[in-house]
């Protein structure tokens, strides 16, 4: 097949760091390839230097159809030489209609130098058409679906002719049936001769609709594959750059706690808040690894909420350490030894323009109060200690968070609860859009917690990740609670059961 990217000998340093040292990238024409490596590996940053958000120090950019080396100094340009991204969160405008924002910015005029409003939306149903994709393109986007969204920012690269699409984790906050459609989607675009560069941290996804395979790892390129060529194991093995077994480890670790005659930790008796969770009864004991899993928008991140108290309780009674309690906010709760890891890393865990030391101190500080600040002594000794526990791969303790790879923010927040000694954790999609090597990581440290004592909640939307790490599982199912599954019958089979057809309510 026809090269239609070709980047070569590729160098690029951040202060402290060197993030891309002589990486080769090879996209053909009609070809859906797989960008893949640990957070920190260089992905994002080959991406950026490839789409100008970023400058390179050294290397060869070719593009099909251009003549000389191409040096893209900002995603308007890129997307001038045909190259467009879709990134994971969306970048759409709420407010405006489908068409709106299909012809934003090159809006078609009429012959008084007025916006062809009747073109824009026959321009527009006609694109998403070709594409197989069903909506209204005089509706705003804000009411369309994440799925719906995704496609229409992919519609809008290809109408404005991109040669190359980048689609960046599209398919962290879709269901099964929408990532299918994506699928459906990037494969018509593939007929057509459309080079597609995948990023994602899902190995079923690469395996299903990739054909092509670079690995990246400390900023190196460690390699190029045809999928058929590198077997699931050997491409972890080479992000990770050592073999292992981790899934056998970390289930023979979970199944040598016996989780009888264990003590209560919280009771929960037909708790529920109005439009978020109907009412569920769950006692949760200490040592206890509790999954709660379901379809996007079943009540699993709502449940752990309103047991934390981000989602107000309007209705049963919550116990902790056998003590009714009534937890309004979160403050309350972490004074009852409670933490939460938010499923929204990005606008509701880290702190965005903090160093990863304030970040890490930050909840025991509120937990203290005003009234005993902690020395910067003490908050250096506590960032270390976490950074060096959790592998937390920064420059340096003060480094601001923001520039820190998404799998090292995580364990940035993750050092955060446990800085607090808490008794129960929620951690609500701890592993998403990050590497498996993290991901291991975090799943060891969710059993060693729980062989401690520690309760964990686990809500992942990996079902393997859930059968692997949880010791019992609670099953949800449009914001009821419609099942639970002791260890010994949790699988993937028993789940899936569970959700397509859990108990009927009343």
């Known amino acids: 097949m026809k090269e239609i990217l070709t980047m070569r000998h590729i160098d690029k340093n951040f202060p402290g760091v060197r993030a891309l040292s002589n990486v080769d990238f090879t996209l053909r024409e009609g070809e859906i390839h797989a960008l893949m490596g640990e957070n920190g590996a260089g992905k994002s940053t080959l991406i950026k230097v490839l789409t100008g958000v970023e400058e390179f120090e050294s290397g060869d950019i070719r593009v099909d159809g251009i003549e000389g080396p191409v040096i893209n100094r ?94 960046d984790e599209p398919t962290s906050s879709l269901d099964d049936n929408e990532v299918e459609k994506l699928f459906t989607l990037m494969r018509k675009l593939q007929s057509k001769g459309m080079g597609i560069i995948f990023v994602t941290h899902f190995l079923e996804q690469v395996y299903e609709v990739c054909d092509k395979i670079t690995v990246l790892r400390n900023g190196e390129l460690v390699g190029e594959f045809t999928v058929e060529e590198l077997p699931r194991v050997q491409l972890v093995a080479k992000m990770m750059g050592k073999d292992f077994d981790d899934l056998a480890e970390i289930k023979s670790a979970a ?90 890393r990005k606008d509701e865990g880290i702190i965005a323009d903090l160093s990863v030391r304030e970040n890490i101190i930050i909840a025991l500080q509120a937990k203290r109060g005003v009234f005993r600040l902690i020395s910067r002594k003490q908050q250096e000794e506590f960032a270390d200690k976490y950074i060096d526990i959790l592998q937390i791969k920064t420059a340096h303790r003060d480094t601001p968070i923001k520039q820190l790879s998404g799998g090292n923010q995580q364990k940035a927040i993750l050092g955060r609860w446990l800085l607090t000694d808490p008794d129960f954790l929620v951690l609500d999609e701890p592993t998403r859009g990050i590497d498996v090597g993290t991901k291991t990581e975090i799943q060891k440290l969710v059993v060693k917690l729980a062989d401690e004592g520690k309760t964990v909640v686990f809500i992942s939307s990996e079902i393997e990740e859930m059968i692997r790490t949880c010791r019992r599982m609670i099953i949800m199912r449009d914001t009821y609670k419609v099942g639970e599954l002791p260890e010994m019958e949790i699988s993937k089979d028993n789940i899936m059961k569970a959700i397509a057809g859990g108990a009927e309510h009343e």
């Not at 690269?157 to 689609?167: F, G, M, Q």
């Open 255 to 344: 199944t040598e706690t016996d989780n009888s005659h264990k003590e209560v930790l919280i009771s929960a008796k037909q708790l529920g808040s109005r439009g978020a969770v109907h009412p569920f009864d769950v006692d949760i004991y200490k040592g206890d690894v509790i999954g709660l899993s379901g379809l996007l928008g079943s009540g699993r991140s709502e449940l752990a909420r309103t047991i934390y108290g981000i989602q107000n309780p309007d209705e049963g009674e919550l116990f902790v350490k056998g003590k009714k309690v009534h937890i309004k906010q979160p403050i309350q709760a972490m004074k009852l030894g409670m933490g939460l890891l938010p499923e929204d």
């Open 74 to 167: 900002s995603p308007e340009e890129a997307q001038k030489n045909g190259i467009s991204t879709v990134y994971q969160e969306v970048n759409l405008c709420p407010n405006l209609t489908v068409a709106e924002n299909l012809y934003i910015g090159r809006q078609p005029r009429t012959a008084f130098g007025t916006i062809d409003w009747k073109t824009i939306n026959e321009n527009a149903k006609k694109v998403l058409t070709d594409l197989d994709i069903d909506v209204d393109v005089t509706k705003n986007v804000e009411d369309c679906s994440v799925a719906i969204q995704q496609m229409i920012a992919i519609a809008r690269a290809v109408d404005i002719s991109a040669k190359i699409l980048i689609l």
